[in-house]
């Protein structure tokens, strides 16, 4: 009898879990992975069309939260082909030899102001760094938006050093923002 | 030396248009020509920076040439100069004035739909013809460019030839003008 009521006391409370789960599945549709720059001096964006992220985020429980994401470079799209064909060449992105760009989070946390941030390793051309996320999750039932951005310096990843290092022809400082629609995993 | 065109001779303003635009063109050509062919390096960035600025300076100018030529007279036809001679001249300069304005804007749209920056003399940027990429009318644009640069190419060769022939073979005023402007009277006159 123990064990019964045992075994139904432990799936009334998986039917009552919590609304949002840990685990949530990306919306590829609806989701976006951009970044701005300048070129010539001259703003102007792009996107990684093609990429995967395995999002466990609960903003009751930040201790387990954990974001991998796998970016296709060659997905790379920023509204003109030739600079985007030269943006994957041995100067820049180099896909022939690092076609993907890896990022995972190794922690979270809740500043005063009471944003959460996150802090990971960026591996993008072969080079591994600390990146900090500023991390905006919004609940909304079965489903939740999770916005990340990022300041990054291209150069710390060496791409387009030498003579490309020049900012007044493409800006060093990189703003990285991802937009994710999820739906909670069953 | 007058400022305004006369019945003798073109003015200060119009030779100056005339021959700042033609060095520019010819500037032009050969930077179009060559930075085609280079490999792509950051002084390959610049050179295309340098023609799009340079091709914004002639449209410019010649906007300014036209604007100031509706207001002006054009120096009479030598005397001797047969009626279908007049006529061709002036269909070649009309045609010129065109392919001067058409093929900067042609250039323009062709950047724009390239999505490529415009940036003149990376003082300020020029705006968007198309508003971003366009990839159906990119290709088009180009060869529009290069058409048209084609047929500005033979233009030049019956403006100069015809401007030669009659400095040398008709030995009138017509080149000599366009270089020296009015020439003075002399004597009683």
Same mark, same amino acid.
């Given at each position: 009898?123990?064990?019964?009521?045992?075994?139904?006391?432990?799936?009334?409370? *998986?039917?009552?879990? !919590?609304?949002?789960?840990?685990?949530?599945?990306?919306?590829?549709?609806?989701?976006?992975?951009?970044?701005?720059?300048?070129?010539?001096?001259?703003?102007?964006?792009?996107?990684?069309?093609?990429?995967?992220?395995?999002?466990?985020?609960?903003?009751?429980?930040?201790?387990?939260?954990?974001?991998?994401?796998?970016?296709?470079?060659?997905? &790379?799209?920023?509204?003109?082909?030739?600079?985007?064909?030269?943006?994957?060449?041995?100067?820049?992105?180099?896909?022939?030899?690092?076609?993907?760009?890896?990022?995972?989070?190794?922690?979270?946390?809740?500043?005063?102001?009471?944003?959460?941030?996150?802090?990971?390793? &960026?591996?993008?051309?072969?080079?591994?760094? !600390?990146?900090?996320?500023?991390?905006?999750?919004?609940?909304?039932?079965?489903?939740?938006?999770?916005?990340?951005?990022?300041? &990054?310096?291209? &150069?710390?990843? *060496?791409?387009?050093?030498?003579?490309?290092?020049?900012?007044?022809?493409?800006?060093?400082?990189?703003?990285?923002?991802?937009?994710?629609?999820?739906?909670?995993?069953? | 030396?007058?400022?305004?065109?006369?019945?003798?001779?073109?003015?200060?303003?119009?030779? @100056?248009?005339?021959?700042?635009?033609?060095?520019?063109?010819?500037?032009?050509?050969?930077?179009?020509?060559?930075?085609?062919?280079?490999?792509?390096?950051?002084?390959?960035?610049? @050179?295309?920076?340098?023609?799009?600025?340079?091709?914004?300076?002639?449209?410019?100018?010649?906007?300014?040439?036209?604007?100031?030529?509706?207001?002006?007279?054009?120096?009479?036809?030598?005397?001797?100069?047969?009626?279908?001679?007049?006529?061709?001249?002036?269909?070649?300069?009309?045609?010129?004035?065109?392919?001067?304005?058409?093929?900067?804007?042609?250039?323009?749209?062709?950047?724009?739909?390239?999505?490529?920056?415009?940036?003149?003399?990376?003082?300020?940027?020029?705006?968007?013809?198309?508003?971003?990429?366009?990839? =159906?009318?990119?290709?088009?644009?180009?060869?529009?460019?290069?058409?048209?640069?084609?047929?500005?190419?033979?233009?030049?060769?019956?403006?100069?030839?015809?401007?030669?022939?009659?400095?040398?073979?008709?030995?009138?005023? =017509?080149?000599?003008?366009? =270089?020296?402007?009015?020439?003075?009277?002399?004597?009683?006159?």
């Amino acid at each position: 009898m123990k064990f019964v009521i045992g075994c139904l006391c432990t799936t009334l409370l *998986g039917l009552t879990a !919590p609304a949002f789960a840990h685990a949530w599945k990306v919306d590829p549709a609806h989701s976006t992975l951009a970044f701005t720059n300048t070129y010539q001096n001259v703003a102007y964006s792009g996107q990684f069309k093609r990429f995967t992220a395995k999002i466990d985020y609960d903003p009751a429980d930040l201790a387990r939260a954990r974001f991998d994401v796998d970016v296709d470079i060659a997905s &790379l799209d920023t509204q003109n082909g030739e600079r985007d064909e030269a943006a994957l060449g041995a100067d820049f992105f180099d896909t022939a030899k690092f076609p993907h760009a890896h990022f995972v989070t190794t922690s979270f946390r809740k500043t005063a102001d009471g944003e959460v941030q996150t802090d990971g390793q &960026l591996t993008l051309r072969g080079v591994t760094r !600390p990146v900090t996320l500023v991390v905006k999750f919004v609940p909304n039932g079965d489903n939740a938006t999770l916005d990340v951005s990022a300041q &990054l310096d291209r &150069l710390d990843f *060496g791409i387009g050093a030498g003579e490309w290092a020049d900012p007044s022809m493409i800006g060093v400082g990189v703003k990285v923002h991802g937009h994710l629609a999820l739906h909670a995993q069953p | 030396m007058p400022l305004r065109s006369t019945e003798a001779g073109w003015g200060a303003l119009v030779r @100056v248009f005339h021959w700042s635009i033609a060095l520019l063109i010819l500037v032009q050509a050969v930077i179009g020509l060559s930075m085609v062919e280079m490999g792509l390096t950051p002084a390959k960035v610049r @050179v295309f920076a340098l023609h799009k600025s340079i091709g914004m300076t002639i449209l410019a100018l010649v906007l300014l040439r036209i604007a100031w030529r509706l207001g002006e007279r054009r120096p009479a036809d030598p005397p001797a100069m047969p009626r279908w001679q007049v006529r061709a001249a002036r269909a070649t300069h009309l045609a010129l004035y065109l392919l001067i304005l058409a093929i900067p804007l042609s250039g323009w749209w062709f950047n724009s739909a390239s999505n490529a920056p415009l940036v003149w003399f990376g003082w300020f940027d020029l705006p968007s013809l198309t508003g971003g990429l366009d990839p =159906v009318w990119k290709p088009r644009a180009l060869l529009l460019h290069q058409t048209l640069f084609g047929l500005l190419v033979a233009l030049l060769v019956v403006h100069v030839g015809a401007a030669l022939w009659h400095h040398f073979k008709q030995r009138d005023e =017509v080149l000599r003008r366009m =270089v020296m402007g009015p020439r003075k009277k002399t004597g009683g006159g």
